[in-house]
């Protein structure tokens, strides 16, 4: 038994007790802990290809998740619209990558300023969850973070605890040969 399903019946026996209805338990009640990991709002991701590990911020803000890359270059492939950029990792490792155009996203800056970014398919590893996700590719450099994962990676697959952080070290069965 998980800790989480003591400390939940622990709450309903205590309301039980006081003669309390158990919807006073609110989010307890909502949160599906025994199907889903609880994992922190920074966690290290691998990206496949390249199987780089990278520090990503879990943003439930974004739909898409976003990738810093550099030297992006669109390219057409037999009518095809494909795009070769450079994914570089915190230890310097880079892999040069080309992968389909999926689509265009337009993002909505501070101040209202929008800025258009290429979509394509990568490989997401968190904790044991592999995922093959929707990423924009956007020259990050000087921010804190060099990944935000999206909702489109999270939606019904973990929890966020906004109070932890570098809970899952990824480690996925069905990522790709590395």
């Known amino acids: 038994m998980r800790p989480q399903s003591v400390e939940f019946r622990t709450v309903i026996l205590s309301l039980a007790i006081l003669g309390l209805p158990a919807c006073v338990a609110g989010p307890v009640l909502a949160a599906d802990s025994d199907a889903k990991p609880v994992v922190g709002w920074i966690e290290d991701v691998f990206v496949h290809p390249g199987d780089l590990l990278f520090r990503a911020k879990l943003d439930t803000g974004a739909d898409v998740s976003s990738l810093h890359a550099v030297e992006i270059e669109e390219l057409d492939k037999k009518g095809e619209r494909w795009v070769r950029f450079i994914l570089m990792d915190g230890g310097g490792k880079k892999v040069p990558v080309e992968r389909k155009v999926v689509r265009d996203i337009t993002i909505t800056r501070h101040r209202g300023r929008e800025e258009k970014r290429v ?49 899952a070290r990824p480690h996925c069965e069905d990522a790709p040969e590395r």
């Open 119 to 167: 979509v394509v398919l990568l490989g997401i590893c968190l904790g044991t969850l592999y995922k093959t996700v929707e990423v924009n590719l956007v020259d990050r450099t000087g921010l804190k973070y060099p990944m935000l994962v999206g909702r489109s990676f999270m939606a019904d697959a973990v929890l966020i605890d906004p109070s932890r952080e570098l809970t």
